[in-house]
């Protein structure tokens, strides 16, 4: 769910570069009542980081103490890494965030790895940005201030403070948003009445017996019909699958186990479990309060601003910045008379190329060209008649 700010939805891979620069703690928040895919890659390298790398408690160490030590993973690794019948092993559960870790040989693509620039995006809309004191100060007076013609340098400020107050929002608008999901989640967990780990899911397929036709009341004739040859192959094949079936489900029968110890001790790590999701979402409330405290200011700001509301966006904004500074403009009337007759070119211009498409597309015809050319002379005559007593 957090991984939409993405633009990503089933981000169950970890990339090598997110377990070197981030400890398990920090990644497992994001997985709450979920689960992780470790590539046979990802472990063998993290492993070799681990025992090759810098000293110290590093990230890759701690991974590697919660696979091997935590959740006793080293010896099904080895199997998975050993045996070509098998292509996952899990799941190994990690009760304190009621997260399972599946370990597997799979490629998968970018669209379904979690990698370390874009956790570094989700961490950031976690913690809910500074206030901005140039425009706390600025705010102040406003109050004191007697209304009047504003200087080019006036103006200059109060657009400055305007765009600002625009880019604090949009940060606070995406950390609002986070901090909205980041409550639903934990809200949907609590209010379930099952909350347990699930059971093993990887359950193997048993393969079917060829039949024998020497025990079916089958007709002679049918019987006949079936090679003995054939029949030994269909049995070989049947003792191949049976044996990647038993093995198969050696590791399924480890996974039940894994999860009959993990319900023994649910008593107590579940309501942990519980009480941590609470306190998060306390902390997320009172964060969601001071966000919108935060907003209401930087709105204050722009709804005292000179500049008419149609004209508050950033990109309008910006652009009487620009015409304050080069001087094409002294004050707010000359930047709007400015922006208007800009806009009402452009217009134009788009109405122009729109024109010339539509004489393409008819020049297979004369009538339809002399139609587009008087239509062309028309509309320019008519828009120059209109800036002309405009101007007037």
Known sequence: MFFTFL???????????????????????????????????????????????????????????????????????ETLAGNEYLNTIGPYYFPATNTRFYFCKDKPDSSQLLMVQDFAAITAL?????????????LKPKKKEKKGIKSRDELLRDIDMCLLSLQEMEKLNRHQHYLQ??????????????????????????????????????????????????????CTRYNHHMKI????????????????????????????????????MAEAEAKLGNTRQMLAFYNSVISR???????????????FKKYLETGRAEDLQDCMNLFEEERHWHEIKASQERIENTIYFLQSSDEGLRFANEHIDRLLSKKQETLESARA
């Open 305 to 319: 601003s000179p500049v008419h509301g149609s004209y508050q966006d950033h990109k309008t904004l910006s652009t």
């Open 7 to 77: 633009h990503k939805d089933d981000v169950h891979y970890m990339d090598l570069s997110l377990i070197i620069q981030y400890p398990p703690q920090d990644v497992l928040f994001y997985y709450y009542d979920s689960h992780i895919k470790i590539t046979l890659d990802v472990y063998q390298q993290t492993r070799d980081l681990a025992k090759n790398g810098a000293r110290g408690r590093t990230p890759c160490k701690l991974w590697l103490d919660l696979w091997d030590s935590f959740l006793d993973a080293v010896e099904g690794v």
């Open 245 to 280: 079936y038993l093995l198969r489900y050696r590791e399924y029968e480890k996974a039940c186990e894994r999860y009959k110890d993990t319900l023994e001790k649910w008593l107590q790590c579940g309501d942990d479990f519980r009480e941590t999701c609470l306190q998060e």
């Open 181 to 234: 999901k980041l409550i639903e989640h934990r809200q949907a967990i609590i209010s379930r009445e099952d909350v347990l780990p699930p059971e093993p899911d990887i359950i193997p397929d048993k393969p079917a017996k060829p039949e024998n036709n020497r025990d079916s009341l089958i007709p002679l004739q049918s019987i006949l019909k079936r090679s003995s040859k054939k029949y030994q192959e269909e």
């Open 126 to 138: 976690r913690e809910t940005p500074a206030m901005l004191e140039e425009v706390s100060l600025y």
